[in-house]
């Protein structure tokens, strides 16, 4: 039976992305002119060392000119989402499918159903026009599905190259296109240096995805979907500024996503306006316990309710747990823990055992503060780390957490005679709300361009690149598309008790222009009720609306 589409997904369908000009001639109209080599973030010689084939790779900049051997051959790419959703990626894979198709309509595209883990099973679809047109501009990565698999061990690199290389000839890969975040996109120049060891000869393209938009340097503006998905979030926390206007009966406290970066958090302060937004990277910066994240958010609530204001609303980015210093401390214990122990802690089924076994491997002060916190919030920390090592914050209910110890501490005060106000506390978490949302005009225009722009630079035979379109906040006429080498964005990590390379995450900077305008304002915040309420996206109407972009590119773009 055929998906009934909403009326929105009828008209949106019509939508057509505007190409940077220079691609406008299509893959056979541009050349990469290449710069000079590249040097890793930090780590250069463990780098060079790990990736030998690939690691200095010159810049790309896209620009017209004629390559012949483009179009010449049937070429055939595959493409993989991998990671958490985010708004756009349909169109990343129109991008692609078009670009080829204009290149030779020979080529092929192929998806690997499932993420990751569709390489190794070599689940695979080969994508039609009617299937691309049936998903233009629409939000989700349903087509294909998404995945956190991750390709590592030698068998794993085996897989992937066999189903690369295929069984005869006509099967075989060209290109893979891998639309991802900082971990899938480690992963994808891990692929194509093993590759490049084995003489396979197959272009890795990575494309930078993610709603928390760490995904960033000087050489990538943003990572697609954290436009739409900040715009759904500031929608709905501005909702509830207005409910809060209107009832002044409850203090709200929402959890954003952004699993280690507060941008969502930052971003939708920026534009909502709320009584306090915690961002996890001053907290760290300020090495401040939870007990005075607590006061904080105390002493607002004592501030406003002298004022008669009972109500208020707070903001958490979902990664504040892992920036206060003795809980970084006690997750990093957790994650060797829980990583050297694997095993035991499999076989054992009660919560109770699980938790000593752990309390008994960490440090006694660990320990301590491990057994000091509610039993649901220790068993949340002790959950599985994602394939890539990562705590899984957006199972760990900060809010709930954070809510309870103010009331504790609210109490206190009232017996001091320090607070006479009432608190009544609703928390919410806004995450996978997000991500599958029909892109913003935002959104739809960039992945298509991140999209075909990765199609032209694996027909031209390049490898271990990230997609990269520049000059965003220009109109998308002038944004300038190019590749940046994956192992030029790199430094090397603690994951899962080991050191890892792995793509540098962009966090809040407290010197940045976001931040700074936040600052300016949030004391004033505090006491006022200064809310803004930006409303739905906008798809059809002025474009004061309709291209609108983050407020976080504005403020970052006039830094450049
Ligand atoms: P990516 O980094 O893969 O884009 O995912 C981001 C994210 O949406 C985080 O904000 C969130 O913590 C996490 O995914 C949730 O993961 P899951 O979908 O596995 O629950």
Known sequence: MATLQSELQLERSKFKPVLPAVLRSGPSGVVPRLGKP??????????????????????????????????KNPFRLGIVFSGGQAPGGHNVLAGLFDALKKANPKNQLIGFIGGPSGILENKRMDITAAVVDNYRNTGGFDMIQSGRTKIETPEQLATAKKTIEQTTQANRLDGLAVVGGDDSNTNAALLSEYFKNEGVKVSVIGVPKTIDGDLKNSEIEASFGFDTATKIYSELAGNICRDVLSARKYWHFIRLMGRSASHITLEVALKTRPNLALIGEEVLAQKMTLAQVVDQIAQAVARRSEAKKNYGVVLIPEGLIEFIPEMKELISGLNDTLAAHEPRLAAVNSFEEKRDIVAGALSAPLAALLQSLPQSFQAQLMLDRDPHGNVQVSQIETEKLLVEMVKARLAALKVKGNYGGKFAAITHFFGYEGRCGAPSNFDATYCYALGYNAAVLALNGLSGYLSSIKNLM??????????????????????????????????????????????KIRESLVLEDGYVYPGPIQYFGPSSVTDMTTKTLQLESSER
Do not use: H
Request: glycine fraction near 10%; proline fraction near 11%.
């Open 38 to 71: 590249t040097q890793s973030v930090s780590d250069q010689e463990s780098l060079r060392a790990i990736f030998p084939k690939t690691y200095g790779l010159p810049l790309a900049l896209l620009i017209k000119g004629r390559n012949p051997s483009v179009g």
């Open 474 to 519: 220009k109109p998308p006429a002038q944004w300038v598309p190019g590749g940046v080498p994956l192992t030029a964005m790199m430094n090397v990590e603690r994951r899962k008790g080991k050191d890892k390379p792995v793509i540098q995450k962009a966090l809040v900077k407290l010197d940045g222009g976001p931040f700074k305008a936040f600052a």
